[in-house]
């Protein structure tokens, strides 16, 4: 696709994208315009031509969408962290519906019996985790600290971010001094910042060696701000620990009983209230007995797999990652709960393994964006009378729900979605099958 600059154009908009934009129709060619709400007419410069199709930016919407709402944010339309604000709450939560309705049934070919009522949290200070990018900008005379505009070459110039969660929000312009200070600001790439249900930490990504000064310029930060601050010089295996409260990070499930520890580099569902409610909707909707035998693939930590337990149920967990499970070993073995955990990349044959001959007759799935298409390969056994997936990608969801119904005889009984990333386009959803 290549840019050309064209005079700012009208644009009619009838649909809305996956990815948050308008869709407009321009001499047969599809054109996705940024800003833009179904219904809307808009003044658009075009930004990038294609053969298929051409991307625009909104300049001023002529006739708005009664749908349209005032972006909370400052930076909205620069920062790229959020592309929905635009809309109203509701009917976010009403498109993202519909995206998964229409892949199930283009992709999968598949209906769900029932739909699931969406799950919503809080829309603003939802984001416990995030990577934020930091650049050196000798033109603006600081370090800048955020998420990437729009274009994905420039980090955006804000002070705050509404969507992160408070405590890491307010801490945008100390975190631009703190780098902009150090000997080492131009070869700082990125902070990744993680928030427990108390405590906060820092993971300090630099590409050449800190000296003594940015050593204790970091460790009077970590003791001013009470963060716990880690350093990162190569891949993940050099993260080190450099100074604030040590140990680790904790998050609980009242609900379930459970609670768990967890490092600034362990993937943890990044939106508290939304980890909670999707927790008690796939804990519901498995039925759990204490007779059930439950198969829990792409466990992580353990998030779902403790409180499986907690209801009586066996349950095995199996994860790629042997950090994570060596994690959620712990958070067991913490929490009171005897349960298995294997370690396995799932993206493989794992059919002769002993996890996978289990008489299992229940099975959770949480993968990746890429979905489970490798373990419905051998998966679900014949014993296997109910599945929930639990997706964060509904074109993966709706392809491997097509394969559970025509190649392993399930009936899609339920879907819905869950608004994990409130304002933006990000699709979370959950499924349940029936034998």
């Known amino acids: 696709m290549r840019s050309q600059r064209r005079p700012p154009r009208e644009f009619e908009i009838g649909g809305f994208s996956h990815d948050g934009r308008g869709v407009a129709r321009e001499q047969g060619k599809t054109v996705f315009v940024a800003g833009a709400l179904v219904g809307e007419r808009v003044l658009a410069q075009t930004v990038k031509r294609g053969r298929r199709f051409d991307e625009a930016t909104t300049l001023e919407v002529l006739s708005a969408s009664p749908d349209r709402v005032t972006p909370?944010?400052?930076?909205?339309?620069?920062?790229?962290?959020?592309?929905?604000?635009?809309?109203?709450?509701?009917?976010?939560i009403e498109a993202k519906q519909q995206v998964l309705a229409d892949n199930l049934l283009r992709l999968g070919q598949v209906e769900p019996k029932d739909w699931l009522a969406p799950l919503q949290g809080p829309p603003w200070g939802y984001r416990r985790r995030a990577r934020l990018s930091v650049r050196d900008?000798?033109?603006?005379?600081?370090?800048?600290?955020?998420?990437?505009?729009?274009?994905?070459?420039?980090?955006?110039?804000?002070?705050?971010?509404p969507v992160l969660d408070q405590r890491i929000s307010a801490l945008l312009p100390a975190l631009s001094a703190l780098v902009g200070g150090l000997s080492v600001r131009a070869q700082v790439p990125q902070i990744e910042v993680s928030a427990g249900d108390s405590g906060l930490s820092l993971v300090l990504r630099h590409m050449a060696p800190l000296d003594d000064a940015d050593a204790m310029a970091l460790r009077e930060f970590a003791q001013a701000h009470q963060v716990t601050l880690y350093t990162q010089s190569k891949g993940p295996d050099t993260v080190q620990y450099l100074a604030g409260p040590s140990g680790a990070l904790r998050y609980a499930l009242d609900q379930h009983q459970v609670d768990y520890e967890f490092l600034p580099t362990d993937f943890i569902q990044v939106n508290a209230?939304?980890?909670?409610?999707?927790?008690?909707?796939?804990?519901?909707?498995?039925?759990?007995?204490?007779?059930?035998?439950?198969?829990?693939?792409?466990?992580?930590?353990?998030?779902?797999?403790?409180?499986?337990?907690?209801?009586?149920?066996?349950?095995?967990?199996?994860e790629g990652s042997a950090e994570l499970v060596d994690r959620a070993r712990s958070n067991a073995s913490r929490n009171g709960l005897t349960m298995e955990f294997a370690v396995a990349?799932?993206?493989?044959?794992?059919?002769?393994?002993?996890?996978?001959?289990?008489?299992?007759?229940?099975?959770?799935?949480?993968?990746?964006?890429?979905?489970?298409?490798?373990?419905?390969?051998?998966?679900?056994?014949?014993?296997?009378?109910?599945v929930v997936y639990v997706s964060c990608h509904p074109g993966s969801?709706?392809?491997?729900?097509?394969?559970?119904?025509?190649?392993?005889?399930?009936?899609?009984?339920?879907?819905?979605?869950?608004?994990?990333?409130?304002?933006?386009?990000?699709?979370?959803?959950?499924?349940?099958?029936?034998?």
């Open 345 to 386: 990349d799932l993206t493989g044959d794992h059919r002769e393994s002993d996890w996978a001959q289990g008489d299992w007759n229940k099975l959770l799935l949480d993968p990746p964006r890429a979905g489970a298409a490798e373990v419905l390969q051998y998966l679900p056994g014949k014993g296997v009378e109910r």
């Open 137 to 161: 900008v000798p033109k603006k005379g600081r370090v800048l600290v955020g998420f990437r505009e729009a274009n994905g070459r420039y980090v955006a110039d804000i002070n705050a971010c």
């Open 72 to 92: 909370k944010c400052e930076y909205f339309g620069v920062c790229a962290g959020c592309a929905m604000q635009h809309l109203d709450f509701d009917k976010q």
């Open 273 to 318: 209230a939304m980890n909670r409610m999707m927790v008690d909707q796939a804990v519901n909707a498995l039925q759990l007995s204490a007779d059930d035998k439950v198969l829990d693939l792409y466990c992580g930590l353990g998030n779902f797999s403790l409180p499986v337990a907690r209801s009586g149920a066996t349950v095995c967990g199996v």
């Open 397 to 435: 969801l709706a392809r491997d729900a097509g394969i559970l119904v025509r190649e392993h005889g399930f009936e899609l009984s339920a879907a819905g979605v869950m608004d994990m990333f409130p304002h933006t386009a990000h699709v979370e959803s959950m499924a349940i099958f029936n034998r």
